[in-house]
């Protein structure tokens, strides 16, 4: 059994920064795709980035330029670094696994889900 552990959220003004990481535990995660997901609050979960396991890298076009997704296989751990956010940004933000290597944003292709970390951008 996989399980994500989401943490570094939290509160920041618009135009600032926030570092989320997931840490994976149950099985080693090289192989497969990962991907960042939100879900702001009345809103359906979105997409957000992901990374494949040859380490093709998808954003959405909302975040792209400012977002930035990475994975460091030998811990486990997948990160989003965020840059100049934005009020809109503000949202739960889930970090999941795909059950192959080159998904990309559909959700339906993500297996196991974080709990997921908060991010609010004040304006």
């Known amino acids: 059994q996989v399980q994500l552990v989401e943490s570094g959220g939290g509160l920041v003004q618009a135009g600032g920064s926030l570092s989320v990481s997931c840490v994976a535990s149950?099985?080693?995660?090289?192989?497969?795709?990962m991907g960042w997901f939100r879900q702001a609050p009345g809103k359906e979960r979105e997409f957000v980035a992901a990374i494949t396991g040859n380490s093709y890298i998808y954003y959405a076009d909302s975040v792209k330029g400012r977002f930035t997704i990475s994975r460091a296989n030998a811990k486990n751990t997948v990160y989003l670094q965020m840059n100049s956010l934005k009020p809109e940004d503000t949202a739960v933000y889930y970090c999941?696994?795909?059950?192959?290597?080159?998904?990309?944003?559909?959700?339906?292709?993500?297996?196991?889900w974080g709990q997921g970390t908060q991010v609010t951008v004040s304006s």
């Open positions: 149950g099985r080693s995660l090289s192989r497969y795709a």
């Open positions: 999941a696994v795909a059950r192959y290597s080159s998904a990309r944003s559909d959700q339906s292709d993500y297996d196991y």
